[in-house]
């Protein structure tokens, strides 16, 4: 039933078989028949992310499946990277936060603060003459 692209995709995700759920009803739309007599429409659950997917694109169950899965392991993938991302985002907040302000930093920041300082002071003395 797959193919080993998704079969791998799987394999990285760590999903296994068991944790999807499909349920299949009739789809509605063009199709003739066909649609109006088998249940075509395939909707896949991933149970630990509770994610699903409805598919009804085609006059096929089995096409509908593929297609299912195939989108299904794109959201989770998504979903990983996007753990992954704010994982190392907060490490690194941590970290910044953690460490403190080295010294030179500090006389930069008080220098820049001082000039500025003065060219408002210089302004205020141009408006007010």
């Known amino acids: 039933m797959l193919d080993p692209k998704t079969q ?5 995700l760590g999903c296994k078989p068991d944790e999807f759920e499909e349920k299949f009803a009739r789809a509605a739309g063009p199709g003739g028949q066909n649609v109006n007599k088998v249940s075509t429409s395939v909707t896949l659950f991933h149970r630990p992310s509770s994610l699903s997917v409805t598919v009804q ?3 096929s169950q089995f096409q509908n499946r593929r297609l299912a899965l195939e989108r299904l392991v794109r ?5 990983r990277e996007t753990e992954i991302s704010e994982r190392s985002n907060a490490l690194s907040r941590a970290r910044r936060k953690a460490s ?30």
């Open 57 to 59: 694109e085609s006059r």
């Open 100 to 129: 403190p302000r080295p010294q030179f930093l500090k006389r930069r920041i008080r220098a820049s603060k001082e000039q500025r300082a003065k060219l408002k002071q210089q302004r205020s003395k141009v408006i007010s003459d």
């Open 75 to 79: 959201l989770l993938e998504a979903a």
């Open 8 to 12: 791998h995709r799987l394999r990285l």
